[in-house]
């Protein structure tokens, strides 16, 4: 079910001042370096700073899962398994290449005052590094976070080894997250059965029911800081008054 095509390039390719900004922002910002016409003569910096810089270097420190399961299970007293949205995985993409996953160590888990449920799928660690999230006919699942009303927060580290979403370790750096990076939140769905054609094809068992639970993404501009975060739009939906709360595993895209 996912389509995770990837848009940076056409983004940073489409005019100009985006050009600057794409482009290199630091040391050569826009002058004669930097390849662009008009650098040169039209006094760039003073644009570049308030077109190009400031609008467009937005960074954030970690992202935030919010659990908005529309029909939570731990409201009705229905539990279940696994309670509320099961997440498995991040991948952060730039410029359509995957360049970190959640980085071992750096994810936390808030649990919800409002739920009643028992949730034996609450280990944060689940979350970070590849995609390897399962869920058996009779053995317990694993490699995976039921966030039963509650958030996880997570910071991204880059691939040491792999490349893939499947076996991107995120054991390198920190990776800070940019305006026009991606994000894939793997959310156990039925694209973890067989056949889905997803890169979790197969790690359900046939007869899983692999509801999509619905969640938010936020990104924070301070680790465990709240204020000042944004939350992320799905990729390739431009009007930011949008929903912006997905059910099951989705790609979403900083602004
Ligand atoms: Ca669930
Ligand atoms: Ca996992
Ligand atoms: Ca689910």
Redesign the pocket.
Known sequence: MLNFNRILMTVCATSSMVLAACGATTAADGDATDGTGSDATTGDTAADTAMGDMSMGTTYKSIVIWDKSADPSFINGKCGSSPGADI??VGLYRAGKLIAVGKPGTASYVTSAASTCADTKNIPS????????HVYASNPDT??ISLNGGSLEIQFGACATGTKITDCDGAGALTEVMSGDEIDV?EVDTSYKAGSGTAADGNAYDGCVCYADEYEVDARPAVGVDTGSVALPKAGDGNSADKKWYAGSTTVKIP
């Open positions: 498995d995985a689940t979350a970070e590094g590849p995609l390897n999230g490699g995976y793997w």
